[in-house]
């Protein structure tokens, strides 16, 4: 039998070794100080155990990572009715794209693209004030990783606040066609502070475990959302998870993922395992590389691919 943490931690020292590491995210100014030369991974498995290698405590900015769990809060409390603001069809362009919108008239291509992100944020507001809508999120998401520490970086935010003009476009675009109910102000208050969610592996591996188990969270035994939607936002992980890199992403490493631009990536090998990885810098389309390589080893060495060992 392989011996996953041995896997592990051959695959922190293969990347530890690593020349090309990619481009740390520049345009949000406080990602862009992040100290590239890190790569961290962790593994939650089913009977609760969490197993790591490399800076996998060490706490990185989740990015895009949490539209996984904002898509999994808006179905708990909305379901079925997300489908109207949002599709489920991979964009094939940059997670910050605006082109297509006209095109679909306002409703975004799937929740994980920045637009369909901003979009779940304004169904997630419904009948709260931005700051309430933000402590839900947070609530969540510390109740998944069974973990009340974790925190918003306020600078991240912020920075991402002051350079946030193309998602203010998205937004405003998307209310003119009436598929934002709420002041984009706000709206993108809420995003902003999602994105700037800091989590290490360890807790995002353990976060995303539901998701590798029907639904339910093997530890706590939560039900978070239905098995059907738990292999719905796998599904839609597998097909948009890596924007225009997702077709790359399912090729080589054959997995349901999200990334995000501080580096992180959440994998889910159903029934068997939730994956975090971790390092800041990424490849052109805005996925962290090294994450991409370590994850793609991984699922080799431990056939865990879902198109088959
Ligand atoms: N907060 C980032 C943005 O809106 C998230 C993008 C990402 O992680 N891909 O641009």
């Known amino acids: 039998m392989t011996d996953l943490q041995e896997v592990l931690d051959e695959i922190a020292q293969e990347m530890a070794c690593s020349a090309d590491r990619g481009t740390v995210a520049q345009y949000i100014p406080e990602l862009a100080k992040v100290d590239p030369e890190q790569f961290g991974i962790a593994v939650a498995l089913p009977d609760g155990r969490v197993l790591s290698a490399g800076d996998a405590g060490t706490g990185f900015s989740i990015q895009s990572v949490s539209k996984v769990f904002t898509l999994a809060l808006a179905l708990g409390k909305l379901g079925d009715a997300v489908w109207s603001s949002v599709g489920r069809e991979p964009s094939g362009n940059p997670f910050n794209s605006i082109v297509q919108l006209e095109q679909e008239k306002g409703r975004p291509r799937n929740p994980f693209i920045n637009a369909g992100a901003i979009a779940v944020v304004d169904l997630i507001m419904a009948g709260h004030e931005p700051k309430e809508a933000i402590g839900e999120i947070i609530q969540f998401i510390r109740h998944l990783a069974d973990d009340d520490s974790i925190l918003i970086d306020e600078h991240v935010a912020r920075s991402e606040t ?10 405003h675009f998307m209310r003119a066609f009436g598929n934002i109910d709420h002041p984009v102000d706000h709206v993108l208050g809420v995003y902003f502070h999602q ?19 029907q639904g339910r969270d093997p530890v ?18 597998l097909m948009c998870g890596h924007y225009d890199g997702s077709g790359e992403f399912a090729f080589r490493v054959g997995l349901p993922g999200k990334s ?5 990536i959440l994998a889910i090998a159903p029934g068997k395992a939730s994956i975090a990885a971790w390092s800041p810098g990424l490849d052109h389309v805005g996925n962290s590389k090294l994450g991409s390589a370590a994850l793609e080893q991984l699922a080799k060495r431990m056939g865990w691919s879902v198109f088959g060992a």
């Open 195 to 213: 994105c700037a969610i800091v989590m290490n592996c360890q807790q995002l591996a353990r976060a995303g475990l539901f998701l590798a188990n």
């Open 162 to 171: 002051a350079h946030g003009d193309r998602n203010a476009s998205l937004a």
């Open 260 to 264: 995000g631009v501080g580096g992180g």
């Open 220 to 237: 706590t035994g939560a039900q978070v959302v239905s098995p059907q939607r738990a292999r719905r936002i796998n599904a839609i992980m």
